[in-house]
C-alpha cells in the first residue's frame, strides 16, 4: 500500500508541474512582445506612435551619425537595426559606453519624425576581453567590428 | 539515500564533512578574490567596473541553484516524506535569498555606471526580483501554519510551483530583447569571456557553492538539534 501511495503522489506532482509548465508558457506566449523592454526603429516606421506615447526604442548607434550641438549639451544621432533608422535628439549626460557602433535603449516620444529622448541607456554585449587581447587581434587583422563588436550588439536589434 | 535517512547516521558525516566545506571554500574564496582584484585584466570596454562580475555572476547562479535544490528537495519531502529533504529545503531558502538579494544589488551598482540606470524593468531583472519574492513567499508560508507539517506541505507545493520561474530567468535574455546582455559563460557557441577573466569567475562560482554546502550542513545539524530539544519538551510536559 506505501508504495502504491508514494507512486500516486509522485505521479500528481508530476502532472502537477506539467500543467503549471503549460499554464505559464501559455500566459508568456500571450504576452509575446509586450514583455520586451523596447523597440526597433523597424517597428516606428511600420507602425508609427502617437506624439504623447511614451516609448523605448533600442538598436545601435549609427556609425558617423553623432553631432553635438555647440553650447549646449544636445546631441543628435541615429539609432538603426540595420534596416530602417530614427533620428534621436537628447539633452542630458551619456553613459560611459555610449559610442557610434554601440547598443543603446533610449526612452522617449516621436515628434514630428525624430525621437526626443529622455534617457538613454547603454546596452553593453556578452564579449569579455582584455583591452591587449583587442589590440592583438587588430595587430593580426582578426579584429573583426562585425563579429566582436558591431555584430553582437546588433544581436538582438536586427531582425 | 535512506541510508542517510537517519539523522543520527548524518548528523555523524555532517560533522565531519562541514571542517573540510569551510577550508575549501575559504581557499576558493581567497584565491578567487585575489585574482578578481589583482590578476584578472580590466575590460576592453568597461574597464576596473568589470571586477564586480565576479561576485555579481556567482551570486546569481547561486540564487538559482539554491531555488532549485530547494525545489527538488520540497519534491522529494511531498512524494517520498524523506525527513531530511524536508529539513534541507527549509535551510536552504535564506542562503537563495541572500544571494539573490547580493546579485540583485551588485547587479544595481554595476547598471548605474555602465548602462547608466540603476534599475530597469526589463525581463531578466523583473524575474529576477520574482525569485526574490519567491524565497520570502516560501520562508513567510512556512512560518504561517500552528501545525509545522502544514506549513512545509504547503511551502513546499510553493516551491514547485515557483521553480518555472527558473528558465524564464535564463532564457529570459533571449526570448526578449532586454537591457541585461545574453549569457557569457553558458551558451551553445562557448564562452565569450577571455580565459584571463573566465577562471577567477569559475572559481568564485564553485567556492559560492561549497560555501553553500558547508552552511547547509550547519544549518541542518542545526534543525536537527532543535527538533530534538522540541521532542523532549514535549515529553517533559506530557510526562509531569
Known sequence: MAMKRKHKRLTFVLVAMALVGAATGLVLFALGDGVSLFKSPTDLVTAPPSESQSIRLG???EEESLRRETGSATVRFRVTDLENAVEVVYDGLLPDLFREGQGIVTTGKMVAGTFVAEEVLAKHDEN??????VDALKKSGQWQPDDAEGGNHAEGFTK | MHRFANPTRFLKIAGYVQPWMAAVTLALFATGLYMAFFTAPPD??????VRIMYVHVP???????????MAIASAVALIWKHPLADVAAKA????????????????????????????VWDARLT???ILLFLYIGYMALQGAFDDRARGAKASAVLALVGAVNLPIIKF???WWNTLHQPASVIKMDGPSIHPDMLWPLLIMAVGFKTYYMWVLLVRIRQEITANKVRILRLKQVHGG
Not at chain 2, 576592453?44 to 567596473?49: N, P
Not at chain 2, 551570486?59 to 535544490?69: D, T
Not at chain 2, 542562503?95 to 547608466?116: E, H, I, N, R
Open chain 1, 59 to 61: 538598436g545601435l548607434v
Open chain 1, 128 to 133: 569579455y576581453m582584455p583591452p591587449e587581447a
Open chain 2, 44 to 49: 576592453y570596454q568597461q574597464g576596473e567596473s
Open chain 2, 59 to 69: 551570486a546569481a547562479w547561486m540564487g538559482m541553484f539554491c531555488y532549485a535544490a
Open chain 2, 92 to 119: 536552504t531558502a535564506p542562503v537563495g535569498a541572500a544571494f539573490t538579494f547580493l546579485a540583485l544589488a551588485t547587479g544595481s551598482l554595476w547598471g548605474k555606471p555602465m548602462w547608466g540606470t540603476w534599475w
Open chain 2, 127 to 129: 524575474s529576477m526580483l
Open chain 2, 172 to 174: 529570459s535574455v533571449d
